[in-house]
């Protein structure tokens, strides 16, 4: 099978991934072509394939004729990665102009000649017709191995639509804690439900496939790198609303002032899925509310 991986506006890290496979790596390059991969092999020109996995985001003209490029010549498109599926955390620069992107990432040098820049960020499926996803920033070594043999073995793989909460293994305390709380500030208790704990967690909004890693192993709060899960997509339900509720629950206290508590909604509750179409458009006033303590940074 001819396989592309393509990369758009990226950290880089799910192709990182791919080194992360060991003995399967080997064999997946040594069982397929690898035609077009520009951070694993030299070439320019982008051939027809049978594969692509495109990893990042459209954020300027280039990147919108490459997408455009891969859908034309491959036969099937996947979405690699959080940023692919869902925006990810590039989707916070919506935040910001154009401008004031560039003179922070690269100063005052001359870009006149630069590709023009696409104002607002949108996942690839929003350009590109995608025909499969594998969301995780980046995904897991595990998820990636098995996603792949059943795409080479010419299946589509479904996007898990569950939440993180259904693989974790941590238990729900007897009493209202204290909360929001910190784990900087005072670390949990081991092995207990890190939201019931009066922690801000994603996992009852995040899709699953990790196996809960972040919560049940490492005892932190999930931050929904996986992004919004089925439930979380639909139009009865808001991501922000319902995590204030779910920590009034837990912590006794009213919703104003656990709302009032969650100072950075963008990074607390949107840091993954703030480009995603189907939760911009049930922010009430868009996107600029939730970030724009950021500008003054």
């Not at 990182?16 to 070439?43: H, K, Q, W």
């Not at 690699?80 to 869902?86: E, K, Q, S, V, Y």
């Not at 996992?203 to 932190?220: E, I």
Request: overall charge neutral; hydrophobic content about 35%.
């Amino acid at each position: 099978m001819q396989v592309a991986i393509v990369s758009l506006s990226s950290c880089l890290g799910c192709q990182m991934v791919f080194l992360s496979l060991g003995d399967f790596f080997y064999r997946f390059i040594g069982e397929n072509r690898i035609v077009y991969a520009p951070f694993f092999v030299d070439g320019r020109d982008f051939p027809e394939v049978e594969l692509a996995l495109v990893e990042g985001t459209v954020r300027n003209s280039g990147h919108f004729l490459k997408a455009r490029e891969v859908r034309e010549k491959a036969g099937r498109v996947v979405a690699l990665g959080t940023c692919a599926c869902f925006g990810g955390v590039q989707g916070l620069a919506d935040g910001f102009s154009e401008e004031t992107l560039i003179r922070r990432r690269f100063g005052e040098t001359d870009m006149e000649n630069a590709p023009r820049g696409i104002r607002r960020l949108l996942p690839l499926d929003s350009y590109i017709k995608v025909d499969a996803f594998l969301p995780g920033c980046p995904p897991d070594s595990d998820l990636l191995k098995g996603f792949l043999e059943m795409v080479l073995a010419g299946e589509v793989p479904e996007r898990p639509g569950s939440t993180v909460c259904s693989q974790c293994r941590v238990t729900s305390p007897e009493l209202p804690q204290p909360g929001p709380r910190r784990v900087t500030a005072e670390p949990p208790r081991p092995g207990a439900c890190l939201l019931e704990s009066g922690y801000l967690c994603m996992g009852p909004l995040t899709r699953d496939g990790c196996g809960a890693r972040c919560p049940s192993a490492m005892g932190v709060p999930c931050h929904g790198c996986r992004g919004p899960s089925d439930a979380a997509m639909t139009p009865a339900v808001d991501i922000l609303g319902e995590t204030v509720r779910r920590l009034s629950r837990a912590t006794g206290r009213r919703e104003s002032e656990v709302a009032a508590a969650v100072t950075d909604p963008a990074h607390s509750c949107y840091l993954f899925c703030m480009a995603e179409p189907s939760l911009r458009r049930r922010r009430p006033g868009g996107t600029a509310p939730f970030i724009h303590r950021l500008e003054s940074r």
